[in-house]
Protein backbone atom coordinates (compact mmCIF):
# COMPACT_ATOMS: atom_id res chain seq x y z
CA UNK A 1 0.00 0.00 0.00
CA UNK A 2 0.86 3.43 -0.43
CA UNK A 3 0.02 6.29 1.26
CA UNK A 4 0.71 10.28 1.32
CA UNK A 5 3.03 11.28 4.24
CA UNK A 6 1.64 14.61 5.52
CA UNK A 7 5.28 14.58 7.02
CA UNK A 8 6.87 14.24 4.70
CA UNK A 9 5.11 15.80 1.30
CA UNK A 10 4.99 12.61 -0.57
CA UNK A 11 3.51 9.33 -0.97
CA UNK A 12 5.17 6.64 0.24
CA UNK A 13 5.06 2.63 0.75
CA UNK A 14 3.46 2.27 4.49
CA UNK A 15 5.63 0.33 6.41
CA UNK A 16 5.17 -0.48 10.42
CA UNK A 17 7.40 -1.23 12.69
CA UNK A 18 6.32 -4.69 13.48
CA UNK A 19 5.27 -6.46 10.53
CA UNK A 20 2.12 -7.56 9.44
CA UNK A 21 0.78 -5.27 12.65
CA UNK A 22 -0.49 -1.68 12.91
CA UNK A 23 -0.46 0.50 15.37
CA UNK A 24 -3.04 3.22 14.95
CA UNK A 25 -4.08 6.33 16.41
CA UNK A 26 -6.77 8.46 15.48
CA UNK A 27 -7.71 12.36 17.50
CA UNK A 28 -10.97 11.65 18.47
CA UNK A 29 -13.92 14.75 19.17
CA UNK A 30 -14.39 17.18 21.81
CA UNK A 31 -17.65 15.86 23.29
CA UNK A 32 -18.84 19.53 24.05
CA UNK A 33 -21.43 19.33 21.12
CA UNK A 34 -22.69 17.42 18.39
CA UNK A 35 -20.49 16.45 15.99
CA UNK A 36 -20.97 17.97 12.36
CA UNK A 37 -20.82 16.09 9.24
CA UNK A 38 -17.38 17.84 8.53
CA UNK A 39 -15.87 16.96 11.01
CA UNK A 40 -17.53 12.94 10.37
CA UNK A 41 -15.87 13.05 6.71
CA UNK A 42 -12.41 12.46 8.75
CA UNK A 43 -13.73 9.51 10.86
CA UNK A 44 -15.48 7.87 7.80
CA UNK A 45 -12.18 7.82 5.66
CA UNK A 46 -10.32 6.80 8.86
CA UNK A 47 -12.86 4.27 9.23
CA UNK A 48 -12.22 3.28 5.20
CA UNK A 49 -8.73 3.09 5.93
CA UNK A 50 -8.72 0.98 9.20
CA UNK A 51 -11.32 -1.64 7.39
CA UNK A 52 -8.45 -1.98 4.26
CA UNK A 53 -5.32 -2.60 6.47
CA UNK A 54 -7.62 -4.95 8.14
CA UNK A 55 -8.79 -6.77 4.78
CA UNK A 56 -4.64 -6.71 3.34
CA UNK A 57 -4.12 -8.69 5.98
CA UNK A 58 -2.57 -6.28 8.51
CA UNK A 59 -3.59 -6.69 12.25
CA UNK A 60 -4.46 -3.22 13.31
CA UNK A 61 -4.51 -1.88 17.11
CA UNK A 62 -6.58 1.09 16.35
CA UNK A 63 -6.82 3.48 19.76
CA UNK A 64 -8.83 7.14 19.94
CA UNK A 65 -9.61 9.53 22.72
CA UNK A 66 -12.30 11.26 23.75
CA UNK A 67 -11.56 15.16 24.76
CA UNK A 68 -13.54 15.56 27.82
CA UNK A 69 -11.31 17.86 29.34
CA UNK A 70 -8.28 21.12 28.37
CA UNK A 71 -9.48 21.75 25.20
CA UNK A 72 -9.39 25.58 25.47
CA UNK A 73 -11.50 27.36 22.96
CA UNK A 74 -8.26 28.75 20.83
CA UNK A 75 -5.21 25.98 19.70
CA UNK A 76 -3.01 28.83 21.01
CA UNK A 77 -4.00 27.64 24.54
CA UNK A 78 -6.23 30.82 25.35
CA UNK A 79 -9.97 31.18 25.83
CA UNK A 80 -12.86 28.97 27.67
CA UNK A 81 -12.39 25.33 28.12
CA UNK A 82 -14.83 24.09 25.60
CA UNK A 83 -16.10 21.49 27.62
CA UNK A 84 -17.05 24.00 29.99
CA UNK A 85 -18.50 26.43 27.62
CA UNK A 86 -20.88 23.41 26.74
CA UNK A 87 -21.94 22.35 30.55
CA UNK A 88 -22.77 26.14 30.60
CA UNK A 89 -24.76 26.40 27.60
CA UNK A 90 -27.01 23.23 28.39
CA UNK A 91 -26.89 24.20 32.58
CA UNK A 92 -25.28 20.43 32.95
CA UNK A 93 -22.42 19.47 34.69
CA UNK A 94 -19.10 18.71 32.51
CA UNK A 95 -19.55 15.32 32.99
CA UNK A 96 -23.08 15.52 31.78
CA UNK A 97 -22.20 16.62 28.83
CA UNK A 98 -19.36 14.58 27.90
CA UNK A 99 -21.51 11.79 28.44
CA UNK A 100 -23.92 13.65 26.08
CA UNK A 101 -22.15 13.97 23.67
CA UNK A 102 -19.87 10.97 23.28
CA UNK A 103 -23.24 8.86 23.08
CA UNK A 104 -24.38 10.99 20.08
CA UNK A 105 -20.95 10.43 18.45
CA UNK A 106 -21.19 7.14 18.33
CA UNK A 107 -24.15 6.72 17.54
CA UNK A 108 -23.88 9.08 14.45
CA UNK A 109 -20.91 6.80 14.04
CA UNK A 110 -22.82 3.70 13.83
CA UNK A 111 -25.73 5.26 11.34
CA UNK A 112 -22.06 6.17 9.05
CA UNK A 113 -21.17 2.43 9.45
CA UNK A 114 -18.09 3.46 11.37
CA UNK A 115 -16.92 1.06 13.24
CA UNK A 116 -15.94 1.62 16.83
CA UNK A 117 -12.29 1.73 17.54
CA UNK A 118 -10.25 -1.28 19.68
CA UNK A 119 -9.99 1.30 22.61
CA UNK A 120 -11.75 4.46 23.25
CA UNK A 121 -10.08 6.65 26.10
CA UNK A 122 -11.14 9.78 27.61
CA UNK A 123 -8.93 12.09 28.45
CA UNK A 124 -9.92 12.25 31.85
CA UNK A 125 -8.74 8.70 32.19
CA UNK A 126 -4.81 8.86 31.73
CA UNK A 127 -4.41 11.66 34.14
CA UNK A 128 -1.39 9.84 35.55
CA UNK A 129 0.51 9.32 32.10
CA UNK A 130 0.56 12.99 31.30
CA UNK A 131 2.09 13.82 34.76
CA UNK A 132 4.85 11.05 34.10
CA UNK A 133 5.40 12.75 30.91
CA UNK A 134 5.54 16.18 32.00
CA UNK A 135 7.75 15.14 35.00
CA UNK A 136 10.27 13.78 32.68
CA UNK A 137 10.05 16.91 29.92
CA UNK A 138 10.45 19.26 33.06
CA UNK A 139 13.66 17.01 34.36
CA UNK A 140 15.70 17.12 31.17
CA UNK A 141 14.58 20.88 30.56
CA UNK A 142 12.47 20.42 27.97
CA UNK A 143 9.40 21.78 29.57
CA UNK A 144 9.45 24.66 32.45
CA UNK A 145 7.10 26.85 35.09
CA UNK A 146 5.74 30.28 34.10
CA UNK A 147 2.36 31.76 35.95
CA UNK A 148 1.47 28.31 37.53
CA UNK A 149 1.70 26.69 34.58
CA UNK A 150 4.21 24.00 32.52
CA UNK A 151 5.21 25.04 29.03
CA UNK A 152 6.99 23.19 26.43
CA UNK A 153 10.33 24.77 25.50
CA UNK A 154 10.43 24.74 21.23
CA UNK A 155 13.46 26.53 21.66
CA UNK A 156 14.99 23.19 22.53
CA UNK A 157 14.12 21.16 19.35
CA UNK A 158 16.23 21.19 15.91
CA UNK A 159 12.57 21.16 14.09
CA UNK A 160 9.82 22.62 14.77
CA UNK A 161 7.57 23.16 12.27
CA UNK A 162 7.04 19.42 10.49
CA UNK A 163 3.77 19.58 8.33
CA UNK A 164 4.24 22.82 6.83
CA UNK A 165 7.28 25.54 6.46
CA UNK A 166 5.32 27.94 8.57
CA UNK A 167 6.88 31.90 8.65
CA UNK A 168 8.14 32.90 11.71
CA UNK A 169 5.44 35.94 10.92
CA UNK A 170 2.19 33.56 10.72
CA UNK A 171 2.15 33.18 14.31
CA UNK A 172 2.47 36.62 15.41
CA UNK A 173 0.22 38.54 17.35
CA UNK A 174 -2.85 39.54 15.22
CA UNK A 175 -2.08 37.97 11.88
CA UNK A 176 -3.12 34.44 13.09
CA UNK A 177 -6.70 33.83 13.88
CA UNK A 178 -6.70 32.20 17.60
CA UNK A 179 -3.06 33.88 18.21
CA UNK A 180 -2.64 35.76 21.70
CA UNK A 181 0.27 37.25 23.62
CA UNK A 182 0.79 34.80 26.63
CA UNK A 183 3.26 36.82 28.98
CA UNK A 184 4.11 33.72 30.34
CA UNK A 185 5.62 31.81 27.62
CA UNK A 186 9.50 32.00 26.18
CA UNK A 187 8.39 31.21 22.96
CA UNK A 188 5.14 32.24 20.79
CA UNK A 189 5.71 29.04 20.06
CA UNK A 190 5.78 27.07 23.44
CA UNK A 191 2.25 25.24 24.41
CA UNK A 192 1.01 24.78 27.68
CA UNK A 193 1.26 20.95 29.02
CA UNK A 194 -0.43 21.33 32.54
CA UNK A 195 -2.72 24.74 33.30
CA UNK A 196 -3.36 25.65 36.96
CA UNK A 197 -4.49 28.38 38.73
CA UNK A 198 -3.76 31.27 36.05
CA UNK A 199 -6.20 29.46 34.06
CA UNK A 200 -9.09 27.47 35.65
CA UNK A 201 -10.65 30.37 38.02
CA UNK A 202 -13.65 28.25 37.42
CA UNK A 203 -12.73 24.75 36.10
CA UNK A 204 -14.81 21.76 36.58
CA UNK A 205 -12.14 19.23 36.89
CA UNK A 206 -9.04 19.51 38.03
CA UNK A 207 -6.12 17.16 39.77
CA UNK A 208 -3.69 17.14 42.03
CA UNK A 209 0.05 17.41 40.14
CA UNK A 210 3.65 18.31 41.32
CA UNK A 211 2.84 21.75 40.06
CA UNK A 212 -0.05 22.34 41.93
CA UNK A 213 -3.87 21.74 41.14
CA UNK A 214 -4.76 21.98 37.22
CA UNK A 215 -5.59 20.32 34.62
CA UNK A 216 -3.91 19.10 31.38
CA UNK A 217 -3.27 20.68 28.45
CA UNK A 218 -5.18 19.10 24.99
CA UNK A 219 -2.04 18.13 23.28
CA UNK A 220 -0.41 16.20 26.06
CA UNK A 221 -3.88 13.51 26.16
CA UNK A 222 -3.11 12.11 22.90
CA UNK A 223 0.43 11.59 23.02
CA UNK A 224 -0.28 10.08 26.89
CA UNK A 225 -3.01 7.77 25.77
CA UNK A 226 -1.28 6.71 22.16
CA UNK A 227 1.92 5.50 24.35
CA UNK A 228 -0.30 3.90 26.88
CA UNK A 229 -2.12 1.79 24.01
CA UNK A 230 -0.14 1.68 21.07
CA UNK A 231 3.53 1.45 22.85
CA UNK A 232 6.32 3.71 22.50
CA UNK A 233 6.60 3.37 18.00
CA UNK A 234 2.99 4.56 16.50
CA UNK A 235 2.70 3.50 12.99
CA UNK A 236 -0.06 5.61 11.99
CA UNK A 237 -1.17 8.78 13.09
CA UNK A 238 -5.08 9.77 11.37
CA UNK A 239 -6.79 13.69 11.73
CA UNK A 240 -8.16 16.45 10.75
CA UNK A 241 -5.85 18.44 8.40
CA UNK A 242 -6.81 21.42 10.45
CA UNK A 243 -5.25 19.50 13.50
CA UNK A 244 -1.76 19.05 11.62
CA UNK A 245 -1.03 22.82 13.54
CA UNK A 246 -0.56 22.86 15.99
CA UNK A 247 -1.72 19.95 17.60
CA UNK A 248 0.03 17.21 15.91
CA UNK A 249 3.45 19.62 15.46
CA UNK A 250 3.04 19.72 19.49
CA UNK A 251 2.07 15.93 19.51
CA UNK A 252 5.39 15.16 17.80
CA UNK A 253 7.57 17.78 19.78
CA UNK A 254 6.52 16.60 22.95
CA UNK A 255 6.44 12.64 22.76
CA UNK A 256 9.73 12.73 20.83
CA UNK A 257 11.31 14.69 23.31
CA UNK A 258 10.33 12.23 26.07
CA UNK A 259 10.79 9.21 24.61
CA UNK A 260 14.27 9.76 22.74
CA UNK A 261 13.72 8.34 19.39
CA UNK A 262 11.01 8.69 16.14
CA UNK A 263 7.55 8.65 17.31
CA UNK A 264 5.42 8.16 14.44
CA UNK A 265 6.88 7.79 10.94
CA UNK A 266 3.22 8.10 8.89
CA UNK A 267 0.35 10.48 9.18
CA UNK A 268 -2.58 10.54 7.30
CA UNK A 269 -4.82 13.66 7.26
CA UNK A 270 -8.01 14.18 6.04
CA UNK A 271 -9.19 17.52 4.29
CA UNK A 272 -12.07 19.86 4.96
CA UNK A 273 -15.69 19.62 3.78
CA UNK A 274 -16.45 23.10 2.82
CA UNK A 275 -19.55 24.68 2.42
CA UNK A 276 -19.89 27.67 -0.73
CA UNK A 277 -19.58 29.79 2.26
CA UNK A 278 -16.41 28.18 3.67
CA UNK A 279 -15.28 26.14 6.30
CA UNK A 280 -17.98 24.23 8.62
CA UNK A 281 -18.06 25.29 11.75
CA UNK A 282 -19.91 24.75 14.71
CA UNK A 283 -20.03 28.74 15.85
CA UNK A 284 -21.77 29.24 13.02
CA UNK A 285 -25.13 28.63 14.39
CA UNK A 286 -27.33 26.15 12.99
CA UNK A 287 -24.62 23.37 11.91
CA UNK A 288 -24.91 19.97 9.88
CA UNK A 289 -25.44 17.20 11.84
CA UNK A 290 -26.46 13.65 10.82
CA UNK A 291 -29.61 14.18 12.58
CA UNK A 292 -30.27 16.74 10.59
CA UNK A 293 -29.64 15.01 7.47
CA UNK A 294 -32.31 12.31 8.60
CA UNK A 295 -34.72 14.94 9.45
CA UNK A 296 -34.77 16.32 5.84
CA UNK A 297 -34.76 12.43 4.18
CA UNK A 298 -31.45 11.25 3.81
CA UNK A 299 -29.79 7.57 4.20
CA UNK A 300 -26.55 9.01 6.32
CA UNK A 301 -25.06 6.22 4.18
CA UNK A 302 -26.11 8.51 1.04
CA UNK A 303 -23.76 10.85 2.72
CA UNK A 304 -20.81 8.39 3.22
CA UNK A 305 -21.09 7.64 -0.17
CA UNK A 306 -20.74 11.10 -1.04
CA UNK A 307 -17.66 10.63 0.43
CA UNK A 308 -16.21 8.11 -0.58
CA UNK A 309 -16.52 9.74 -4.67
CA UNK A 310 -14.13 12.10 -3.39
CA UNK A 311 -10.37 11.49 -2.48
CA UNK A 312 -9.40 12.28 1.03
CA UNK A 313 -7.01 14.79 0.54
CA UNK A 314 -9.14 16.89 -1.32
CA UNK A 315 -11.55 19.57 0.22
CA UNK A 316 -15.18 18.53 -0.83
CA UNK A 317 -17.83 21.12 -0.91
CA UNK A 318 -20.97 20.19 0.28
CA UNK A 319 -24.24 21.87 -0.87
CA UNK A 320 -27.79 19.58 -0.79
CA UNK A 321 -27.43 19.41 -4.47
CA UNK A 322 -24.78 17.50 -4.63
CA UNK A 323 -25.62 15.65 -1.83
CA UNK A 324 -28.74 14.82 -3.82
CA UNK A 325 -26.92 13.86 -7.04
CA UNK A 326 -25.04 11.10 -4.56
CA UNK A 327 -28.39 10.03 -2.73
CA UNK A 328 -29.45 9.31 -6.35
CA UNK A 329 -26.02 7.93 -7.31
CA UNK A 330 -26.89 5.09 -4.10
CA UNK A 331 -29.52 4.55 -4.55
CA UNK A 332 -29.30 3.29 -8.87
CA UNK A 333 -26.35 1.44 -7.24
CA UNK A 334 -28.71 -0.34 -4.74
CA UNK A 335 -31.26 -0.88 -7.39
CA UNK A 336 -28.42 -2.63 -9.58
CA UNK A 337 -27.48 -4.95 -7.17
CA UNK A 338 -31.01 -5.99 -6.03
CA UNK A 339 -31.65 -6.88 -9.78
CA UNK A 340 -28.86 -10.03 -9.15
CA UNK A 341 -30.31 -12.88 -8.66
CA UNK A 342 -28.98 -14.53 -5.17
CA UNK A 343 -28.50 -18.35 -5.19
CA UNK A 344 -25.76 -20.57 -7.25
CA UNK A 345 -22.29 -21.52 -7.10
CA UNK A 346 -19.45 -18.88 -6.51
CA UNK A 347 -16.94 -18.90 -8.97
CA UNK A 348 -13.46 -17.90 -6.55
CA UNK A 349 -11.60 -17.65 -8.69
CA UNK A 350 -12.94 -14.71 -10.58
CA UNK A 351 -14.04 -13.39 -7.46
CA UNK A 352 -10.39 -13.40 -6.13
CA UNK A 353 -9.30 -11.60 -9.17
CA UNK A 354 -11.13 -8.89 -8.50
CA UNK A 355 -10.40 -8.96 -4.72
CA UNK A 356 -7.03 -8.29 -5.71
CA UNK A 357 -7.62 -5.38 -8.30
CA UNK A 358 -9.88 -3.54 -5.80
CA UNK A 359 -6.86 -3.66 -3.12
CA UNK A 360 -4.75 -3.07 -5.68
CA UNK A 361 -6.63 0.59 -6.59
CA UNK A 362 -7.46 1.29 -2.92
CA UNK A 363 -3.92 0.68 -1.91
CA UNK A 364 -3.05 3.75 -3.99
CA UNK A 365 -3.45 6.45 -1.41
CA UNK A 366 -6.52 4.97 -0.39
CA UNK A 367 -8.46 6.17 -3.67
CA UNK A 368 -11.87 5.19 -2.83
CA UNK A 369 -13.39 6.38 -6.06
CA UNK A 370 -11.77 3.54 -7.70
CA UNK A 371 -13.39 1.41 -4.82
CA UNK A 372 -16.68 2.16 -6.25
CA UNK A 373 -15.69 1.92 -9.41
CA UNK A 374 -14.50 -1.68 -8.68
CA UNK A 375 -18.56 -2.38 -7.60
CA UNK A 376 -19.79 -1.44 -11.09
CA UNK A 377 -16.69 -3.37 -12.35
CA UNK A 378 -18.30 -6.56 -10.79
CA UNK A 379 -21.90 -5.20 -11.88
CA UNK A 380 -20.40 -5.56 -15.39
CA UNK A 381 -18.12 -9.32 -14.64
CA UNK A 382 -18.94 -11.70 -17.45
CA UNK A 383 -19.87 -14.32 -14.46
CA UNK A 384 -22.89 -15.29 -13.06
CA UNK A 385 -25.00 -13.42 -10.15
CA UNK A 386 -23.91 -15.42 -7.48
CA UNK A 387 -20.32 -14.75 -8.17
CA UNK A 388 -20.78 -10.62 -8.48
CA UNK A 389 -22.70 -10.63 -5.18
CA UNK A 390 -20.17 -12.50 -3.45
CA UNK A 391 -17.17 -9.62 -4.88
CA UNK A 392 -19.38 -6.89 -4.02
CA UNK A 393 -19.57 -8.47 -0.22
CA UNK A 394 -15.81 -8.51 -0.71
CA UNK A 395 -15.30 -5.46 -1.26
CA UNK A 396 -17.95 -3.23 1.10
CA UNK A 397 -16.35 -4.77 4.04
CA UNK A 398 -14.11 -1.95 3.19
CA UNK A 399 -16.65 0.61 1.79
CA UNK A 400 -19.20 -0.38 4.56
CA UNK A 401 -21.93 1.15 2.15
CA UNK A 402 -24.51 -2.02 3.40
CA UNK A 403 -24.85 -2.97 -0.64
CA UNK A 404 -25.99 -6.31 0.04
CA UNK A 405 -28.11 -5.84 2.79
CA UNK A 406 -30.17 -2.53 1.58
CA UNK A 407 -30.08 -4.71 -1.63
CA UNK A 408 -32.02 -7.72 -0.09
CA UNK A 409 -34.40 -5.11 1.47
CA UNK A 410 -35.25 -3.88 -1.93
CA UNK A 411 -35.95 -7.27 -3.30
CA UNK A 412 -38.44 -7.90 -0.82
CA UNK A 413 -40.00 -4.27 0.29
CA UNK A 414 -39.59 -2.08 -3.00
CA UNK A 415 -40.19 -4.38 -5.46
CA UNK A 416 -43.20 -4.05 -7.53
CA UNK A 417 -45.92 -6.78 -6.78
CA UNK A 418 -49.02 -6.93 -8.83
CA UNK A 419 -51.92 -9.12 -7.70
CA UNK A 420 -53.60 -10.49 -10.52
CA UNK A 421 -56.36 -13.74 -9.84
CA UNK A 422 -55.01 -14.52 -6.53
CA UNK A 423 -51.46 -14.84 -7.71
CA UNK A 424 -48.86 -12.78 -7.04
CA UNK A 425 -45.84 -11.40 -9.85
CA UNK A 426 -42.91 -9.74 -8.28
CA UNK A 427 -41.00 -7.57 -10.56
CA UNK A 428 -37.33 -6.92 -9.21
CA UNK A 429 -35.15 -4.38 -11.42
CA UNK A 430 -33.00 -1.23 -11.13
CA UNK A 431 -35.99 1.03 -9.80
CA UNK A 432 -37.02 2.13 -13.38
CA UNK A 433 -41.29 2.43 -13.20
CA UNK A 434 -40.98 2.61 -17.24
CA UNK A 435 -39.37 -1.10 -17.63
CA UNK A 436 -41.47 -2.21 -14.70
CA UNK A 437 -44.75 -1.23 -16.81
CA UNK A 438 -43.38 -2.87 -19.93
CA UNK A 439 -42.00 -6.13 -18.13
CA UNK A 440 -45.82 -6.14 -16.24
CA UNK A 441 -47.63 -5.72 -20.07
CA UNK A 442 -45.52 -8.53 -21.02
CA UNK A 443 -46.48 -11.20 -17.87
CA UNK A 444 -50.31 -9.98 -18.86
CA UNK A 445 -49.87 -10.56 -22.81
CA UNK A 446 -48.78 -14.14 -21.67
CA UNK A 447 -51.53 -14.84 -19.36
CA UNK A 448 -53.51 -13.93 -21.88
CA UNK A 449 -51.57 -16.11 -24.56
CA UNK A 450 -51.17 -13.30 -27.02
CA UNK A 451 -47.47 -14.86 -27.27
CA UNK A 452 -46.80 -12.12 -30.31
CA UNK A 453 -47.03 -8.81 -28.25
CA UNK A 454 -45.20 -10.61 -25.57
CA UNK A 455 -42.00 -11.69 -27.86
CA UNK A 456 -42.62 -8.16 -29.22
CA UNK A 457 -42.38 -6.71 -26.05
CA UNK A 458 -39.08 -8.83 -25.34
CA UNK A 459 -38.13 -7.28 -28.33
CA UNK A 460 -38.64 -3.98 -27.55
CA UNK A 461 -36.66 -4.54 -24.24
CA UNK A 462 -33.79 -6.10 -25.80
CA UNK A 463 -33.54 -3.15 -27.78
CA UNK A 464 -32.89 -1.05 -24.97
CA UNK A 465 -30.38 -2.90 -23.86
CA UNK A 466 -32.50 -5.05 -21.04
CA UNK A 467 -32.01 -8.65 -20.14
CA UNK A 468 -34.70 -10.17 -19.04
CA UNK A 469 -35.20 -13.42 -16.74
CA UNK A 470 -38.51 -15.11 -15.76
CA UNK A 471 -38.08 -16.31 -12.48
CA UNK A 472 -40.70 -18.32 -9.69
CA UNK A 473 -43.23 -15.86 -9.82
CA UNK A 474 -42.20 -12.97 -11.59
CA UNK A 475 -39.31 -11.70 -13.53
CA UNK A 476 -35.85 -9.95 -12.73
CA UNK A 477 -33.92 -7.17 -15.36
CA UNK A 478 -31.17 -5.61 -15.18
CA UNK A 479 -29.22 -3.14 -18.21
CA UNK A 480 -26.43 -4.80 -20.11
Known sequence: MYLYNSATHKKEEFKT??????????????????AHIGNLRSYIMEDVLEKYLREAGYVV???????????????????????????KREHKSVLEIAQFYTDAFFADCQKLNVKRPDVVQPATGCIAEYIQIISKLVDTGYAYLAGGNVYFDTS????????????EEDLAVGVREGVEADANKRSKNDFVLWFT?????????KWDSPWGVGYPGWHIECSGISMKYNGEYLDLHCGGVDNAFPHHTNEIAQSESYLGHEWCPQWFHVHHLNTPEGKMSKSKGEFLTVSLLEKN???????????????????????????????????????????????????????????DKFLQQMGNDLNTSMGITAVFDALKAKTNDATKLAMIGEFDRVLSLSLLE???????KAAQTVQSGGSGYLITGEGDPEIDALVLQRYEAKKAKNFA??????DELNARGIELTDVKGGANWKRV
Open 156 to 167: KLERYYIFNDHD
Open 61 to 87: NRVMNITDVGHLASDADTGEDKMLKGA
Open 197 to 205: KSKFEDQAL
Open 297 to 355: GYDPLAYRYFCLQSHYRKALVFTWENLDNAAAAYGKLLNRIAALQPGGDVDAAVCQDYK
Open 453 to 458: EADRIR
Open 17 to 34: HTPGRVEMYTCGPTVYHF
Open 406 to 412: KAAQLRE
